[in-house]
């Protein structure tokens, strides 16, 4: 999902690569946030928000855990891990890398999509304003 591009920036005309600037925002955004957070999370009690994403339970477990909502391929990675072979139930370990590297991918498409909408509205606009 990584994305770059090439920039003619050497006097010998060789082609650099290098990443696009909101790559580089996501990336400081992501060491900012992970110095406020411990390396795993986990799942918040019911009726209350993570302190760290401000996700919902159910809205991590969307995230974490095989569903129909997910087509059984959760997008983040996490390890569901039980005290002992023969127990019941476990705990959801949440690396917390990947839940915000997943989050701020979100708004690096988000943005994308709504320039292209916006674009889109603009020129129906127009078509329907000059016919």
């Not at 060789?14 to 406020?36: F, M, N, S």
């Not at 401000?54 to 997008?75: D, H, W």
């Not at 983040?76 to 990947?98: C, D, F, S």
């Not at 997943?102 to 603009?122: C, H, N, P, Q, V």
Request: hydrophobic letters at 35%; aromatic letters at 6%; a positive charge.
């Amino acid at each position: 999902m990584s994305r770059t591009s090439i920039e003619h920036t050497e006097g010998n005309g060789d082609p650099t690569i290098a990443p696009p600037p909101l790559q580089i925002q996501l990336e400081g955004e992501l060491e900012h946030v992970l110095k406020r957070c411990p390396p795993f999370l986990t799942l918040p009690k019911a009726l209350t928000r993570c302190p760290f994403s401000n996700l919902s339970r159910t809205g991590l477990v969307e995230l974490i855990a095989p569903g129909p909502r997910n087509n059984f391929k959760p997008p983040v990675k996490a390890i569901y891990k039980k005290a002992h072979k023969h127990a019941q139930r476990g705990q959801w370990l949440i690396p917390a890398e990947t839940l915000f590297r997943y989050l701020l991918g979100l708004t690096e498409d988000s943005t994308a999509t709504f320039m292209a909408t916006a674009k889109i509205r603009s020129d129906s606009q127009k078509t329907k304003a000059n016919p």
